[in-house]
């Protein structure tokens, strides 16, 4: 990877109909490394990259906003659109420039060419404090003012390697994985306790996965767990993970933690 390599993760409000996401999936090119669909979370994660990142990025937005509706939308997991989140991360590189750029880019065009109201987030907000405030106290940054019929609004970001991880746990206590993850919430980790298809789960985002990975969640939950009679059925990686993050882990956890040298960005890169 080079320093002005970009991946886009694009969460898109569609995890049901494999033949949408296939198609969706299908306007991206040679960018796509990745697609992660849930029918529960109702989402697909796309995860783009390499040189023509941006165009796939619009390609795809396209695609969304012309087939998918938000009203008929069902799901577990929060949106505020059809093209729910759309974040420029750098690779090999922890400078946001190139990455800020291209979310003004894209934010921008979006706003203008599918008069899709886009917030913005990454040094200005985080995207927990978008989500609670779009289109309330808070307006979009790019096009209209107002949420679009069909797609309603977008969450355009630049941020730095995030690792999205699903654990489910082996009861269906939706109080106990929402009590753990309240527990869990630090800096590094953002939380959500979930009822999915009738069983318990902690939805993950580690935003410093170098310093606390999968591995951590992990044993963080499996901590404050113990004793209550439920345990950690199995963990899910959604999308892609940096190949450091592999490396501060025993190979002799992988599997257990759903995690391994076929699904990082590296080698998925190098596939292209």
């Known amino acids: 990877m080079t320093p002005e390599t970009l991946e886009c993760v694009v969460n898109v409000s569609e995890g049901r109909d494999l033949g949408l ?13 990745d697609v992660h669909s849930d029918p529960f979370h109702n989402r697909s994660v796309l995860t783009l990259g390499g040189p023509e990142v941006e165009d796939a990025a619009r390609s795809l937005a396209r695609w969304v906003v012309g087939h998918l509706d938000l009203g008929s939308h069902r799901g577990v ?89 699903n654990l489910w746990l082996s009861s269906t206590d939706l109080a106990l994985a929402r009590s753990v993850a309240s527990r869990m919430r630090s800096p590094a980790i953002r939380t959500l306790g ?46 892609l993970v940096p190949h450091a993050v592999l490396s501060t882990t025993p190979r002799s956890r992988w599997d257990e933690l759903g995690i391994g040298e076929e699904r990082t960005i590296e080698e998925r890169l190098a596939r292209r």
């Open 21 to 33: 996401v296939e198609e969706m999936a299908g306007c991206t090119g040679s960018s796509l490394l």
């Open 194 to 239: 979930l009822d999915v298809g009738g069983h318990a789960q902690i939805s993950c985002n580690l935003t410093d996965p170098l310093r606390f990975g999968p591995a951590d969640a992990y044993d963080t939950a499996a901590g404050l767990l113990a004793g209550s009679g439920t345990s950690i059925a199995r963990a899910e990686l959604v999308g």
């Open 77 to 165: 997991h929060p949106r505020i659109g059809t093209l729910d989140v759309v974040p420029f991360v750098p690779l090999g590189s922890d400078d946001l420039g190139e990455a800020l750029a291209a979310r003004d880019r894209f934010g921008s065009w979006a706003g203008e060419v599918l008069e899709l109201p886009c917030f913005v987030y990454g040094p200005e907000r985080e995207l927990p404090e978008l989500r609670r405030e779009a289109f309330a106290t808070l307006a979009p940054d790019y096009g209209p003012p107002t949420a679009h019929p069909r797609a309603g609004g977008c969450a355009v970001g630049a941020r730095g390697v995030l690792v999205a991880y």
